[in-house]
Nanobody, 119 residues
Framework: QVQLVESGGGLVQPGGSLRLSCAASGRILNINIMGWYRQAPGKERELVATITSGGNTNYADSVKGRFTISRDNLLKMVYLQMISLKPEDTAVYYC?????????????WGQGTQVTVSS
């Protein structure tokens, strides 16, 4: 019914940059909060950044000043610009969205995209 598809992950050297994208599709009337989470091997999934439909943002302390979340409400997309990447940023990054449909409101996850920071 609703799908979130991430793209933009890959291998990058420490200090490098990547831009992740997430596209939402399906029977969507509105999307409230959209966000990015990540999960490193052996660790729990953690919040990276969120953004409301009005553009208010929230970041994990570990990424403040390095990552920027943005969204395009018309295209139903959310982005994560990452700079000054560190090896500890290595993880699978997941897109998340609070979706409102005609007769439902539900939280959705994407399938994840791998980000590896290594020399």
């Amino acid at each position: 019914q609703v799908q979130l598809v991430e793209s933009g992950g890959g291998l990058v050297q420490p200090g490098g940059s990547l831009r992740l994208s997430c596209a939402a599709s399906g029977r969507i009337l509105n999307i409230n909060i959209m966000g990015w989470y990540r999960q490193a091997p052996g660790k729990e999934r953690e919040l990276v950044a969120t953004i409301t439909s009005g553009g208010n943002t929230n970041y994990a302390d570990s990424v403040k000043g390095r990552f920027t979340i943005s969204r395009d409400n018309l295209l139903k997309m959310v982005y994560l610009q990452m700079i000054s990447l560190k090896p500890e940023d290595t993880a699978v990054y997941y897109c998340n969205a609070d979706v409102v449909g005609r007769e439902f409101r539900r939280n959705y996850w994407g399938q994840g995209t791998q980000v590896t920071v290594s020399s």
